[in-house]
């Protein structure tokens, strides 16, 4: 046991950032105190998964300090069964990204090692803040490291892509900023009550806020979250930014960041606005439906390899929201499994798309034929993350979608089975753009004599792969390791939209703990 | 007599900085040679203010029959300008000798300004409020045109002194109008029948043009015009504690006389307050959008701040004195940086004002660079930093008392200055200059950059340092 446990996950790769600005001499001495660091923290995180207690669906390793006492700000932080899940993945995924950096960042090392470290520390805290403000600031903190990564590492667009990501998300963030005051606002107006942006006092509090307020309310958050899932038609800043970012900036985007606004409309929406998430329900779950059509058939006429896994992120991140919004345990249990593998399938999508570009300066689907001849290796490991992004039986996707799919079937909010039909032809058509994709680039003649140079995996590639192929076969078998994990949670969160759904909760006293 | 030895220690402060301009212009007047002296009594002088407006924080009140305030807000406000005195010296040294001032008027010009700004902000009689206007505003024009052979300098200083003339007289006015119909200055014996005068509509007249000339001297909209020629025109330093120093002293004063004082919440100035500051942040924002020269960015986006500040105006109550004042404070320490930084690349690299001139700082100097996003972010209103904070505070004073409407507006205006704001930080990191020379930098300046930037990240992070101080303002 580690005492303050969530506190050192935090904070951890903060020192790890200061230490490697101390060090910034040696490129070498900055890759391994960011190696070391992370993993450090993906060790300690473990505590976390392990010692989370599944039974109780409350938040856990809670700590609360008082920070800004004027406006009754505290630093107030804690897990649950979906937060937990997420944390995980992101001290899972920063130390692959930082291998997988190793070479391919060659200038401003020590720079570019702080950041990942800076964005990492962000998005733990993103998911773990119990207290909107600090939310908010970690919910701003993460653009920076990341407009720089875009930035100073990217390909030759980067400053239109980063600019056009800075811009889109302050966009939204702004008007939930508004939002969060407002919510504070109300707690004071409240009998007996006071400014707060407590988020666990607010889950009382939020939802007897009148109808149409609260719609507004769920609007602004909602736009803010749709905005980094992303959702149609706010997405177009996504294939800019992935196609620029360098890898580690993509996985990084693909893996964790796009998780934040499905996170934050779980979190915020559902919980906070029941009554207008249920009038929202069905038009989210449209969009949702839209997304994952659109971002399929957009996928399956890219010619960048790159570009296409993007446009595959907006089609997968639609079957999250379909999840969400059906409101069914089994929906959002299928969505939070769905983070997880596309933060797992894309994530290892783009380190392989960035490993052969390393190799060949290309993504084009049309330079290159023949792979599976010439670097086995990688062709296997692009063969089962190919798969697993389908959604082949066996492999992580396949659970995700079949359960939202399961789930908005089910659905009383949405009741209707159109969803789920048009939904489905996304799996459908996954499938064209996915294997068309890999059958033009790894199998047939090779379409370039350059492709007859490529050397295959390296051992470090290699080694950092193996990892996210074994959790992409372990959720896909055995999945109950992780649902059983978050089941609580989404109970609780389920059965209180169904109260609100009964007309039970409209008349609930506040209750002042 | 004892009550004049109270009195006058208790507003140490001014009296503390006007005697030490007055050492300084004597060491000038006295000594050959003797810049460096000037530059540390200077220095070792405002330290010396600063403790003494700590000393007397506690004794909230008034001094000599009521006509200024002492301690809480007086001391507040005087370290603020304080402070901003000493970063603009520190920043100064190496300016002044580069761009050909290094004249000693220049640290006494820039010590009596801040002894005007003191008075300023701390007089509660309107008449004590206009002296300190003036001695301000009149140190502050001569330092706008002290660099003496560049045309440009010239043409601000006149400008500046033209229309700031005018506005004074606008103030005068107001003041003249306030007397007639109350038969005091004082704004405390104004305030106990605020109800009665609100009806009488020369009393209004004699508030409107109060307004007017403070709507001017912070640079609110359709007052602004001046902004971006003198900001560009004078010596970049000066503009640097013109749009911090000047600013906050003219924006205390308002808060002094309009918030805390007359109360005008919930009236019809507020209204207008309400458009002055809509039409600040619109304007501000979007001409600085397509501004190639980084002082006349800062000036507009020092529009748009005014503008943002106005919200707390409008909304009234203790909440937005505060959210105000930590928003000047943060503002200061932002504003300072960005233009010492700004001056550094005037007279170092290049030797220009263009934004073009920042071209791939961050691989020449990287702190400079890192130090001036630093300062951008802020004023973006990016947290952890002070800026956010200061905007933060003031939205929620803004819809506590019913403004949501103005937040909105303010928020997306803050949309759109992330464009102009961002295009700084990308010329220096994201793009790469190979003719420019990596230069050295003076000592001095480095620590008040470093100052000013440990300023931003610390009272952003722990805004109670600040906000503990402000629960005992009056």
């Known amino acids: ?189 409240l009998p007996g009550g006071e400014f707060t942006t407590d988020i666990i006092k607010l889950f009382d509090i939020a939802p007897t806020i009148p109808l149409d307020i609260q719609s507004w309310m769920f609007a602004a958050f909602a736009l803010s979250f749709l905005i980094k899932v992303p959702a149609f038609p ?74 296409l896994v993007a446009y595959s992120s907006v089609s997968h991140m639609g079957f999250i929201l379909l999840g969400i919004f059906g409101v069914t345990v089994e929906g959002l249990q299928g969505g939070l499994i769905q983070m997880i593998n596309h933060g797992l399938s894309t994530g290892a999508l783009f380190l392989l798309v960035g490993m052969i570009y390393d190799r060949r300066h290309t993504r084009m689907i049309a330079d290159f034929g023949g792979l599976a001849r010439q670097i086995p290796v990688f062709s296997t490991f692009f063969m089962i993350v190919t798969l697993s992004s389908i959604g082949l039986p066996g492999l992580n996707g396949f659970v995700g979608e079949f359960l939202v799919l399961l789930g908005s079937f089910n659905s009383p909010v949405l009741d209707s089975p159109w969803y789920v039909i048009f939904a489905a032809t996304g799996v459908v058509f996954a499938a064209v753009y996915m294997l068309w994709m890999f059958q033009r680039v790894v199998f047939g003649v090779s379409r370039s004599e350059e492709n007859k140079k490529l050397t295959d995996l390296t051992t470090r590639e290699i080694g950092l792969l193996l990892p996210v192929i074994l959790f992409i076969v372990w959720i896909g078998v055995y999945p109950f390791t992780f649902l059983q994990k978050s089941e609580p949670t989404i109970q609780r969160v389920v059965e209180k939209l169904e109260q609100v759904q009964r007309g039970e909760l409209l008349s609930t006293t506040v209750s002042d703990q | 007599m004892e009550q004049l030895l109270t009195d006058t220690w208790l507003t140490a402060p001014i009296g503390g900085t006007i005697l030490l301009s007055l050492i300084v212009i004597m060491i000038n007047a006295l000594k050959k040679d003797s810049l460096a002296a000037e530059y540390w009594v200077s220095l070792i002088g405002i330290a010396a203010n600063i403790v003494l407006a700590v000393v007397v924080f506690p004794d909230r009140g008034t001094a000599f029959s009521g006509m200024v305030m002492t301690g809480g807000y007086a001391s507040i406000t005087a370290i603020l300008f304080l402070t901003a005195a000493g970063l603009t010296i520190l920043l100064s040294r190496e300016y002044i000798e580069k761009i050909g001032v290094n004249f000693g008027e220049f640290y006494h010009l820039i010590l009596l300004a801040t002894t005007g700004m003191m008075t300023f902000s701390a007089g509660t009689d309107l008449v004590v409020t206009f002296i300190g206007l003036e001695l301000m505003s009149i140190s502050l024009y001569v330092l706008a045109g002290i660099s003496r052979r560049h045309h440009k300098g010239n043409e601000a200083a006149l400008k500046y002194f033209l229309l700031g003339a005018f506005a004074s007289g606008f103030f005068l006015y107001g003041i003249a109008l306030i007397y007639g119909m109350t038969s005091t200055t004082n704004i405390l014996e104004i305030a106990q029948n605020m109800q009665a005068y609100m009806s009488e509509p020369l009393f209004l007249t004699g508030v409107g043009l109060l307004l007017v000339g403070f709507a001017f001297k912070v640079g609110a909209v359709p007052f602004h015009m001046w902004v971006p020629d003198v900001y560009e025109g004078s010596p970049t330093m000066v503009s640097a504690f013109m749009s911090t120093g000047a600013k906050a002293s003219a924006f205390t004063a308002f808060l002094l006389i309009f918030t805390a004082t007359f109360d005008i919440a919930g009236t019809q100035i507020n209204t207008v307050l309400a458009i002055l500051a809509v039409a600040s942040m619109v304007i501000g924002n979007v001409v600085a959008l397509s501004q190639n020269n980084i002082k006349r960015m800062l000036a507009y986006s020092s529009i748009a701040h005014a503008g943002y500040m106005l919200i707390g105006l409008t909304a009234g109550g203790m909440m937005s004195i505060t959210g105000v004042l930590f928003y000047l404070i943060s503002y200061m320490f932002t504003n300072i940086g960005a233009f010492g930084i700004a001056a550094i690349i005037e007279n170092k690299e290049q030797g220009g004002t263009e934004i073009d001139n920042f071209r791939g700082l961050y691989y020449r100097h990287p702190a400079l660079a890192v130090m001036m996003s630093i300062f951008m972010f802020s004023l973006v209103g990016l947290p952890p930093l002070a800026g956010f904070f200061g905007k933060y505070y003031i939205f929620v004073a803004a819809i506590e008392n019913g403004y949501t409407w103005l937040t909105i507006i303010g928020v997306i205006t803050s949309m759109i200055s992330v464009y102009y704001y961002l295009r700084v930080v990308v010329v220096m990191f994201f793009q790469t200059d190979e003719e420019a020379e990596k230069s050295s930098l003076a000592s001095s300046s480095v620590f008040a950059l470093l100052l000013s930037a440990a300023g931003v990240l610390l009272i952003g992070v722990f805004p109670s340092m600040v906000l503990d101080w402000m629960s005992r303002l009056f």
């Open chain 1, 1 to 189: 046991m580690i005492p303050h446990v969530l506190n050192v996950v935090l904070f951890l790769p903060l020192i790890g950032m200061a230490a490697v600005l101390l060090a910034r001499r040696s490129d070498n001495a900055a890759r391994w105190t960011g190696l070391i660091t992370s993993l450090l923290t993906f060790v300690v995180s473990l505590e976390l998964f392990f010692s989370y207690d599944a039974a109780n669906p409350a938040m856990q390793f809670v700590e609360k300090v008082s920070w800004i006492s004027a406006l009754n700000v505290s630093y107030h932080v804690g897990l649950d069964g979906i937060s937990m899940l997420l944390v995980v993945l992101t001290t899972f995924l920063t130390p692959i990204v930082l291998i997988s950096s190793w070479n391919s960042i060659a200038k401003q090392v020590p720079a570019y090692v702080a950041l990942m470290l800076l964005l990492e520390t962000a998005m733990i805290g993103v998911f773990s803040s119990l207290d909107t403000f600090l939310f908010y600031v970690f919910w701003e903190m993460i653009l920076v490291p990341m407009y720089f990564i875009i930035g100073i590492w990217g390909g030759k667009e980067r400053i239109y892509a980063t600019v056009k990501f800075f811009i889109y998300t302050m966009v939204g963030s702004l008007l939930m900023l508004i939002a969060i005051i407002w919510l504070g606002y109300y707690a004071s107006t």
């Open chain 1, 234 to 307: 706010l997405h177009t800043w996504l294939p800019d930014a992935h196609v620029q970012a360098p890898t580690g900036g993509s996985v990084i985007l693909a893996g964790v960041l796009l998780k934040m606004g499905t996170y934050g409309l779980i979190r915020f929406n559902l919980q906070f606005f029941p009554q207008a998430s249920l009038e929202f329900a069905s038009f989210l779950s449209a969009l949702g439906v839209v997304g994952i059509i659109y971002g399929a058939l957009v996928s399956m006429v890219q010619k960048d390899v790159k570009k």
